[in-house]
Nanobody, 122 residues
Framework: QVQLVESGGGLVQAGGSLRLSCAAS????????IHWFRQAPGKEREFVAR???????????DSVKGRFSISRGNAKNMENTVYLQMNNLKPEDTAVYYC????????????WGQGTQVTVSS
């Protein structure tokens, strides 16, 4: 299984921006779809965004469309990194954000990261 490490979380005011990173340890993301999920206190984990590493297709939850952007690293030394650019953040975006790797062709998530906290103050 691919090992995942998230980074980039923090505290930001409403309307601000953050960029989260999800790095694979020991391999690239080729042949994986990489997802971002989030979980707020007292709520279930929910889907945020997804990118297919091979064809770079993307998908977003309605609640973040137009504000969040998922992308893959392009430079040679970033072939194992996926980014989640979050703009115009709202207090309701406060959650622990997790990246997850799903092998292409599988219906299941294979690996989860440890999560990174995002807190948006009003």
């Amino acid at each position: 299984q691919v090992q995942l490490v998230e980074s980039g979380g923090g505290l930001v005011q409403a309307g601000g921006s953050l960029r989260l990173s999800c790095a694979a340890s020991g391999r690239t993301f080729s042949n994986y779809a990489i997802h971002w999920f989030r979980q707020a206190p007292g709520k279930e984990r929910e889907f945020v965004a997804r990118i297919n590493w091979n064809d770079v297709s993307t998908d977003y939850a309605d609640s973040v469309k137009g504000r969040f952007s998922i992308s893959r690293g392009n430079a040679k030394n970033m072939e194992n990194t996926v980014y989640l650019q979050m703009n115009n953040l709202k207090p309701e975006d406060t959650a622990v954000y997790y990246c997850a790797a799903q092998p292409i062709g599988s219906t299941r998530i294979g690996s989860w990261g440890q999560g990174t906290q995002v807190t948006v103050s009003s």
